[in-house]
């Protein structure tokens, strides 16, 4: 069997064991040579000794940096500084030969060489250890939830709805480009579109379930080039049932300190690689967050606090529109200097589903603003009185006809309900201090690329 690379350089004890990997780097001796070979499962390689008695040696000779190995021998003690074992190989293979070709040289390659191979790139440090914490993230997410007894639900991919109001969707159709479309149907029987959020499907589950939470793939037609913004990437979204604001801000503050302490434990190695060559603030930012209590302000106060900075931001501060980055960042960054849910917000900046407060002008929505980031969570107690929703769909030219079923909802033994949205991506930012989006997801689709 197989044993992981992770697994032999933890052992405890001497063993005869089989590896097998890519090749990192060769370096020749007279009479034998020192392979380093990586199989993806941690950071560290393994080196291995092959003497000219082994069998394979002359394979080895001629073996190159991406190259596939398989290696059985006895792990034995290193006398080398900074390793604690080897592989003195008994037998090696050389499964699959990389070419001159192979981009990945033992050198320093920018991230933006790696996009162009994203096929390979999981195999340089920097992007075997993101997706190894990737990985690990989507395990905790499931367990946060699943410990608090919530309910997985995989809400539709395709919908007929626009949860956020915005129009930035993808049309999903069989119709022939140019086609008159009062010819032939279309394949749903309408027009459908690749969803902006599962919210909507999530809050019919919330309403039988009590506690839910979605985890898939969303889609946004948004023709942005930022290092924040993708076309294709993915959300968690939380419901609760009987919940309110203040529910739901605790929910979410919870679960941020959940991944960071997750990731704490959990991926020490990676997060001291991403401290060393990405941020080197990153340990102390994460700890921050993992210990201190989140500081909670209303809107109000938020634009109260950015108008008396005496900062020259890009963009101007303006009472009753959302923030721009700039100013979530000073909050969480410079001004508090620990992760804000600011809540109260103005209603003309949100959507339709978003509970409306007592004034008229606010809802009671909140956003969890991290620093590095901004904003990394949006979420809000949503709007459970029927006239009142109807008004809210009635004032943004929303048919009721087409919600029927998200009205439904409040006819039909309404009770208060909340939850949030947070992009998986944007999460993993933050974990890793990775400041691109199209480097936390596997293959990014962003406009005008969709390669591989």
């Given at each position: 069997?197989?044993?992981?690379?992770?697994?032999?350089?933890?052992?405890?004890?001497?063993?005869?064991?089989?590896?097998?990997?890519?090749?990192?780097s060769r370096r020749d001796s007279k009479g034998f040579s020192f392979v380093e070979v990586n199989d993806g499962s941690?950071?560290?390689?393994?080196?291995?000794?092959?003497?000219?008695?082994?069998?394979?040696?002359?394979?080895?000779?001629?073996?190159?940096?991406?190259?596939?190995?398989?290696?059985?021998?006895?792990?034995?003690?290193?006398?080398?500084?900074?390793?604690?074992?080897?592989?003195?190989?008994?037998?090696?293979?050389?499964?699959?030969?990389?070419?001159?070709?192979?981009?990945?040289?033992?050198?320093?390659?920018?991230?933006?060489?790696?996009?162009?191979?994203?096929?390979?790139?999981?195999?340089?440090?920097?992007?075997?250890?993101?997706?190894?914490?990737?990985?690990?993230?989507?395990?905790?997410?499931?367990?946060?939830?699943?410990?608090?007894?919530?309910?997985?639900?995989?809400?539709?991919?395709?919908?007929?709805?626009?949860?956020?109001?915005?129009?930035?969707?993808?049309?999903?159709?069989?119709?022939?480009?140019?086609?008159?479309?009062?010819?032939?149907?279309?394949?749903?029987?309408?027009?459908?579109?690749?969803?902006?959020?599962?919210?909507?499907?999530?809050?019919?589950?919330?309403?039988?379930?009590?506690?839910?939470?979605?985890?898939?793939?969303?889609?946004?037609?948004?023709?942005?080039?930022?290092?924040?913004?993708?076309?294709e990437f993915w959300m968690i979204e939380p419901e609760m049932a009987f919940c309110d604001l203040e529910g739901d801000m605790t929910l979410a503050e919870d679960f941020v300190k959940a991944m960071v302490r997750h990731a704490l434990e959990h991926c020490a190695d990676e997060l001291g690689l991403f401290t060393k060559f990405v941020d080197k603030t990153l340990m102390e930012t994460l700890t921050l967050v993992a210990e201190r209590p989140f500081q909670r302000v209303p809107y109000a106060e938020a634009i109260s606090i950015l108008n008396a900075s005496g900062r020259n931001f890009e963009y101007p501060v303006t009472d009753g529109q959302s923030l721009q980055s700039e100013h979530e960042k000073f909050l969480a960054e410079e001004h508090f200097r620990v992760p804000v849910i600011l809540f109260d917000q103005p209603a003309q900046a949100k959507p339709f589903y978003m509970r409306v407060n007592e004034d008229g002008k606010t809802v009671a929505a909140m956003d969890v603003l991290v620093p590095g980031i901004g904003e990394i969570i949006g979420g809000s107690q949503r709007e459970e009185r029927l006239s009142v929703l109807q008004e809210n769909m009635r004032s943004r030219g929303l048919s009721e006809e087409e919600y029927w079923w998200y009205l439904d909802l409040r006819r039909f033994g309404t009770v208060p309900h909340a939850g949030f949205g947070l992009g998986f991506e944007r999460l993993l930012m933050f974990l890793t201090g990775v400041s691109n989006i199209r480097d936390v997801i596997p293959f990014a689709r962003t406009p005008g690329n969709a390669e591989f």
């Open positions: 069997m197989i044993t992981l690379i992770k697994h032999a350089l933890s052992a405890s004890v001497e063993a005869d064991i089989e590896i097998a990997g890519w090749i990192r941690c950071l560290r390689n393994l080196q291995v000794i092959v003497d000219q008695e082994v069998a394979g040696y002359e394979q080895v000779l001629h073996a190159t940096t991406g190259s596939s190995v398989r290696v059985a021998g006895r792990l034995i003690a290193s006398p080398a500084a900074g390793q604690k074992w080897e592989l003195r190989a008994t037998q090696v293979e050389i499964i699959g030969q990389a070419d001159a070709t192979y981009p990945l040289q033992k050198k320093g390659h920018t991230v933006e060489f790696l996009r162009t191979v994203a096929h390979l790139r999981t195999r340089s440090n920097l992007f075997g250890a993101v997706f190894r914490v990737r990985s690990r993230l989507a395990y905790a997410v499931h367990q946060f939830f699943q410990e608090r007894d919530f309910v997985y639900v995989q809400t539709p991919i395709i919908t007929a709805s626009d949860c956020e109001g915005a129009g930035e969707l993808f049309r999903v159709t069989t119709l022939k480009q140019g086609k008159d479309k009062a010819d032939e149907p279309d394949f749903f029987g309408k027009a459908t579109y690749l969803t902006v959020s599962g919210q909507l499907e999530a809050e019919t589950f919330a309403c039988a379930l009590s506690k839910v939470y979605t985890f898939g793939p969303t889609f946004r037609a948004e023709n942005s080039n930022t290092s924040r913004h993708a076309a």
